[in-house]
């Protein structure tokens, strides 16, 4: 009897572990830590620091392929889509605003923008990148967005030189054009300028990113070009395409107009 009766009470009590084995499972699996999907303005600039050609949009906009930068205004403006992962590249003799609007692009601000300038004779792309400034999110992550940028920017001279590739083809020598790279921001320690040396080597992908790029291309020969002071032939265009300097100095001497002017766009928005 004493057998007859234990099955039943081992039975039950198999049961009963298996059940809380079963339930212990499925609470565990319920309480996984779930992935982070929430958007923040350094969340992904650029994608992986590949060069997709078929990711590539090119829209040319008043601007003749074949016509040197030296005699008529050259820019590029590039933006990222974080829904379809896709890069446009318009050409144009002023920055693209159009690509700029809206408050998802105010927020963000990883577009990458860009003018050829000929000073005192010699071609040369000035590359500018907004790290901070603006809103108080983008100072919060200065640090991280100058990482970021620097580590895409082979990428984005990659889509120049692709989405440019008749002109490059055309004028060869500008293939060994200097790159000068602008990083826009408040904060002192990530406001500067770096030569990136030529074109042509500063897209080529590399594994040792900013640095491999710094020491293959050492900038101690390279100055910032100044163009002349009066009027002459040798310096195009004679004014700045690009107006940031301004704006972000403007801002420096307003610290706290950053998170005022981010908090009035999404109220208006």
Not at 180 to 191: A, T
Request: aromatic content about 12%; glycine content about 6%.
């Amino acid at each position: 009897m004493g057998t007859l009766t234990a099955a039943p009470v081992l039975q039950s009590t198999l049961r009963q572990r298996s059940m809380s084995e079963h339930q212990s499972s499925f609470f565990l699996y319920r309480k996984r830590p779930k992935k982070n999907y929430a958007i923040v303005p350094v969340a992904r600039l650029f994608g992986p620091a590949i060069f997709e050609a078929s990711k590539l949009k090119v829209l040319f906009l008043g601007v003749d392929e074949k016509k040197h930068p030296g005699k008529l205004p050259r820019t590029y403006t590039l933006t990222h889509s974080d829904i379809t992962s896709k890069l446009t590249l318009a050409i144009s003799q002023t920055i693209n605003n159009s690509q700029l609007q809206g408050w998802y692009n105010r927020l963000q601000r990883d577009e990458v923008v860009a003018e050829w300038k000929k000073v005192k004779g010699k071609m040369s792309l000035h590359v500018h990148c907004h790290i901070s400034g603006g809103h108080f999110l983008l100072d919060l992550f200065a640090r991280f967005r100058y990482f970021i940028f620097c580590k895409e920017l082979p990428v984005v001279l990659k889509a120049f030189f692709h989405g440019d590739g008749s002109l490059f083809n055309n004028y060869p020598e500008l293939q060994e054009a200097l790159v000068w790279v602008y990083f826009h921001s408040n904060i002192p320690e990530f406001k500067k300028v770096e030569c990136w040396g030529p074109i042509k080597e500063a897209s080529a992908p590399s594994s040792g990113g900013h640095e491999d790029k710094t020491q293959t291309n050492p900038s101690s020969n390279w100055n910032l070009p100044e163009p002349c002071q009066e009027d002459c032939s040798c310096c195009f265009p004679p004014l700045n395409l690009i107006p940031w300097s301004e704006e972000l100095a403007s801002e420096s001497e307003n610290p706290l107009g950053t998170q005022q002017s981010f908090q009035q766009q999404t109220q208006q928005t």
